[in-house]
């Protein structure tokens, strides 16, 4: 049977359908799903080593059988996995420290590789870094086989489930390789390819499939990185043409009224960063094409006052602006913050939340509709059915990564294709920027205020666990403020983590009189909101609380953070809730309790500075780029083959190439574009259907 991309897995010889329901439980459906089922790491044996020659302080690869295994404990308690391994030279033993639970998958008669280094402990002993089965009890009787197959290459360790192991795969996808090329066809821009120096992509599958060398498998990696990102940036250029080019937005004109009035009435100097934002933003508001930018900035870095610029050259011109939040009390806040600024202009801005009555609401709607307000603040209820605006010309969205693609969208459509403004106090790194946000043109305000100060950022055990409480109470009588954030809420029998739940009544009896309130993720809204708005107007002294405050207010007299446990948290989410604090003139702190002895590597960096934008390349180093990125909201935007640490050229590379060919063809409908059209159409199922959404 002549294979298709298409073919069920299940029609492959040696699959059938239980192990094709192993197969569809690790996402591999079709001959195509299998062909890029790829090896999530290797194990070098292109120089494996007879048992004999194991020299000890040497690093080897060897491959022997199991003669005998034992769980053993130590004086320590600490319980050691041994196995001896023999192969036609001789024998030796292996140990692996803390891992008894290898009792169970290795099994004697097994033939094994394994790497590691050679130490002497009453005699030679192998510490594996890696190991793999090459074959079962009953399928290693002789010496040949899987052994002849990992000696002299790189053995792929496939992703794998129960009922199917890395090693059927292995054989599966080694039988049927050949076969499966066949059905591949490389739609890649030979330019872009031979741009990067990368292979044909049928070359690139079989170097990550059957590799002679860790590097060639790294090559085939690279080269589905690339399709992979070149599609991705498909998708977000023509995204980017649909929505600045297709729609027209409205027409602006530089009047320099209100713009004047507010930057003279400002009680401040605006930075560096952010006058050439005004000026981007300015400069796309005024142009031909219709704005979509992201403007990204650090905490405290004034992302609303240059918003504001924005929305006031919508006003001047005659139309209506509207800031919308993910929270009640963020957009309390920021109508508060633009009340502020605007009053010497007489604007008064026009505030809608889901927590006012319905005829309150109503009476606010009719005033929109009618055009009275021209500025508007509002939380989610601004894309409801029943709001209608009279002239939307900008569509300003705070901590955009809150609202999913359709939640945009929605607002977006009140309008006849306003200009798009979206804020986002989460850095990441450029790489990271290109991919996710290839679709917007990007402001970036690293510049903080003259005069702010610093969060000092203090590393402690919890041996200092009493210590830090009288510095926190000492604080709080001084007429400060504080949080102690916990990452879960309960206390929980399968993890050893202090809880906000019980802290919080712990905390009452350790710092009392001081008042002491608890907030956390699985309160209702309204509940929550009245905890944080009694600790924003000072009626609460300690607040306890989860992440739930990473999006939170702004509190002056907050001006000290203890974080328990900080190893749970990653680094970029430690850096939004240490800025927290420091959001006064008063000095601020920020304490990380930690009793994880290696953690404390990864967190004195980030204690060290206080750049956001160094916190984000830290965190991609730390996490990688699938944990950081994720799914973007309701796009289907997930790679997995991509490092973007590592594959920063690549990113580049196809967004450049991905804008050249949709200023060709935007549509994907020429002839030798539409194979490619059918690729990306399958890779992100609604790619397509979301390109023109802001």
Known sequence: ?????????????????????????????????????????????????????????????????????????????????????????????????????????????????????????????????????????????????????????????????????????????????????????????????????????????????????????????????LDELFDLQIVVARARHVAKSLKKGPHFELKKTYTSQLKDALPFELTADQKRAVREITADMIGDQRMHRLLMGDVGTGKTIVALFAMLLAVENDYQAVFMAPTELLTEQHARTLSEFLAPLGIIPEVLLGRLSASEKSAIRGRIAEGGPRVIVGTHTLIQDQTDFHRLGLVVIDEQHRFGVEQRAA?????????????????????????????????????????????????????????????????????????????????????????????????????????????????????????????????????????????????????????????RFGLAQLHQLRGRVGRGADESHCILLTDVPDQRNRLRPFARTTDGFKIAELDLKDRGMGELAGTRQAGGFNLRFADLERDGDLVVASRQAALQLIAADENLTQKQHAALRRRIERRYERGIELFGVG
């Not at 040949?144 to 009922?163: C, I, K």
């Not at 100060?453 to 203090?458: A, E, H, L, Q, S």
């Not at 403020?481 to 993890?495: M, N």
């Open 1 to 225: 049977m002549a294979l298709k991309p298409d073919t069920a897995v299940q029609f492959l010889k040696g699959v059938g359908p239980q192990r094709a329901e192993a197969f569809r439980r690790i996402g591999v459906e079709t001959v195509e799903d299998l062909l890029y089922h790829v090896p999530h790491r290797y194990l070098d044996a292109t120089s494996v080593t007879p048992i004999a020659k194991a020299t000890v302080g040497d690093e080897v690869a060897i491959v022997g059988h199991v003669v005998s295994k034992a769980v053993v404990p130590t004086r320590r308690r600490l319980r050691i996995f041994r196995a001896v391994l023999r192969d036609d030279s001789g024998v030796i033993e292996c140990a692996w420290p803390g891992q008894a639970f290898l009792d169970r998958v290795i099994q004697q008669g097994q033939l094994l590789l394994v790497a590691g280094p050679v130490k002497y402990y009453h005699g030679r002993q192998i510490v594996p870094r890696e190991q793999v089965v090459l074959a079962d009890a009953n399928e290693a009787g002789e010496q040949g086989g899987e052994a002849s197959v990992a000696r002299g290459r790189v053995v792929p360790v496939y992703p794998a489930t129960e009922g199917l192991s890395h090693r059927q795969i292995r054989r599966l996808i080694a039988d049927h390789l050949d076969a499966m090329l066949e059905t591949v066809e490389d739609t890649l821009p030979r330019a872009l390819r031979e741009s990067v120096s990368l292979p044909d992509l049928r070359a690139a599958l079989i170097a990550v499939h059957r590799p002679s060398s860790p590097s060639l498998a790294e090559t085939g990696r690279r080269r589905l990185a």
């Open 411 to 567: 607002l977006i459509e009140k309008g006849e294709a306003p200009d798009v403004l979206l804020l986002s106090a989460t850095p990441i790194p450029r790489t990271l920027a290109l991919t996710l946000y290839g679709d917007l043109d990007i402001s970036t305000l690293r510049q903080k205020p003259k005069g702010q100060r610093p969060v000092k950022t203090g590393l402690r055990a919890g041996r200092d666990r009493a210590k830090i409480y009288a510095f926190l109470k000492d604080r709080c009588e001084a007429g400060h403020q504080a949080y102690v954030v916990y990452p879960v809420i309960d206390e929980s029998e399968k993890v050893d983590l202090k809880a906000a739940t019980t802290m919080s009544e712990q905390l009452r009896e350790e710092l009392a009189p001081l008042p002491v309130a608890l907030v956390h993720g699985r309160m209702k809204a309204e509940e929550r909101d009245a905890v944080m708005r009694s600790f924003r107007d000072g009626e609460v002294g300690v607040l306890v609380a989860t992440t739930v405050i990473e999006v939170g207010i702004d509190v002056p007299n907050a001006t000290v953070m203890v974080v328990e446990h900080p190893e």
